[in-house]
């Protein structure tokens, strides 16, 4: 809650700002992308839908799709430190 008071204490111009990025045009095509990407999504997420993580998928070269059991938006910062783990263990390993 701390989050969205802050997200808005300036009023809701940003937030507005960001919102409208997800929808435009991002100036490339995600297809285009080469490197691996790894997407983390709760499945229960209220804030953005599973689906357009689904979009994402689709529409990339090299991607997983990290569906988190029960799990809504903000789960990355209940399990903090598992996720960062995670993407050690993914990314970081030797």
């Known amino acids: ?3 969205f008071q802050e997200l808005f204490r300036q009023g809701s111009l940003g937030p507005a700002y960001d919102a409208q990025t997800v929808y435009k045009s991002w100036g490339f095509d995600l297809s285009n992308i080469q490197v691996h990407i790894e997407i983390f999504q709760g499945n229960s997420d209220l804030f953005v839908p599973p689906e357009f993580s689904e979009y994402l998928k689709n529409r990339l070269r090299d991607v997983k799709l990290n569906l988190i059991e029960d799990q809504g938006h903000f ?3 209940a399990y903090g430190y598992q996720t ?3 993407i050690k263990e993914l990314f970081y390993t030797k």
């Open 75 to 77: 789960y990355h910062l």
């Open 1 to 3: 809650m701390r989050d």
């Open 84 to 86: 960062l783990k995670t």
